[in-house]
């Protein structure tokens, strides 16, 4: 039975989807300004693991994520890039696609664009004009919150304390300061579309309660997004699309922990980031992905170059068994031995650490322990039969590959094997060289290998090398 902590109930609930065998799943996308960076990453990561879950269990997911292509971050940097925002929106979304297909995220079923849901944003508004709910003042169109009387439920805020306390826009022109902006009257140089209220550009949190109504519907299973979106941004989608339909907006919520950076929140406007993309140069989608899920994705998350390091380490030994059974596989045997082997119990023990709220640390655990007893089998027994190298291989492919993305399987075994043997070897080339204080054949080597992208670290055991690709 999957349970799945819902932010709305503040509880471990069991999982029941609105329609049988079917998901229906919303995540907040990027808002398409820059690069995206790692902390972000995680959520994307995050959300792609626990949807390629749902699917191993066979549900049908449809998953759309959004893209707010046009917001003041993207107006800011169209000023000053000389460009429109729509080139600036382009260019992004390409990046993003681009960066997120690196990173093993599969494509979404949908990613609806803010700019071309227009349409579908103006008619909610005038759902909520019509029911009272929504006020215009010269062209600026506000959400009354007082006319909603959940208003505070998934972030657990009373109204009062919100409005004395929270970072909310500063308006003079609101009825209350927690009103939020539904649509923005056009500025000068701004990007507009024409509408009831006169030109203007919608709020965001108004994006994605259209957005996910029309690819979703009034009502759907679950909504995830990074804990900085609790309050406002989901608050303010629950308050619009329940106050627009009068029917439950969401079932379950779920909220990503932040990647923290010593121990401050990664974000843009803090300058504490690292972009996903410069990340990909020096680790593999695997190791990040490794990285991520050895910790619950609701928990905080410091990042760390040695904890990248570790992950990839730690790889080695899933990758070192992966490989070895692709070319078991690949050789003729006779008379091969079978050997008796509980995969299913492995696969049970995997789905049973999922089912508990995506724990995916506990599932790691699990392929770890399968990868020991395996090695173990293989150790004490000779000639073992390509069938159990293959459900070895379908049980890494189907858990470790297909839910957590940390199996590289296209990896050939041999040359990989041998770059990294090669580089050992000049390694201890070097390490001689040294002994004998021959530093210029040391240096050489070092610099020589940094020329082809090969890092070398000088620890204070041993020298460690990593490799940039480009
Ligand atoms: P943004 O482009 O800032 O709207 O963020 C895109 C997604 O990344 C949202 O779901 C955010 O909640 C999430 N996010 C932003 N910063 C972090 C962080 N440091 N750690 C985890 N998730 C984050
Ligand atoms: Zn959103």
Known sequence: MLEIHNTLSGKKEEFKPLEENKIKFYVCGPTVYDYFHIGNARSFIMSDIIRK?????????TFVMNLTDVDDKIIKKSIQEKVTSKAVAEKYVDAFLEDIEKLKVKRASFYPKATEHIYEIINLIKKLEAKGIAYNIDGNVFYDVSKFENYGALSKKRTEDL???????????????????????????????????????????????????SHLGETFD????????IFPHHENEIAQSEGASGKKFVNYWIHFGFLNI??????????NFFTARDILKIYSAE???????????????????????????GLEKIQNLYDRVLSELNSEKNEANDVEFDFQKYFDLFSQAMDDNFNTPQAAAVIFDFVKEVNRVISQNENISGKFYGQVKLFLDKTAEGVLGIINTKASTTTRNLENELIELLLNVRLEAKQQKNYALSDKIRDDLKALGVILQDGKEKTTFKIVRE
């Not at 879950?53 to 997911?61: A, H, I, Q, R, T």
């Not at 992905?289 to 050895?294: D, I, L, M, N, S």
């Open 222 to 229: 679950i909504h995830a997004g990074g804990n900085d979106l």
């Open 163 to 213: 409005e004395s306390g929270a970072r909310i826009e500063i308006n003079e022109e609101k009825k209350n300061a927690l009103d939020f902006s539904l649509w923005k009257k056009a500025k000068e140089g701004e990007p507009f579309w024409e509408s009831p209220w006169g030109n203007g550009r919608p709020g965001w949190h108004i994006e994605c309660s259209a957005m996910s109504c």
């Open 287 to 313: 190791t990040i992905r490794f990285f991520f899920a050895q910790t619950h994705f609701a928990g905080p998350l410091n990042f760390s170059e040695d904890l990248l390091q570790a992950a990839a380490k």
């Open 262 to 271: 010593n121990n401050e929140k990664m974000s843009k406007s803090l300058g």
């Open 53 to 61: 879950y749902l699917e191993l269990k066979g549900y049908e997911v």
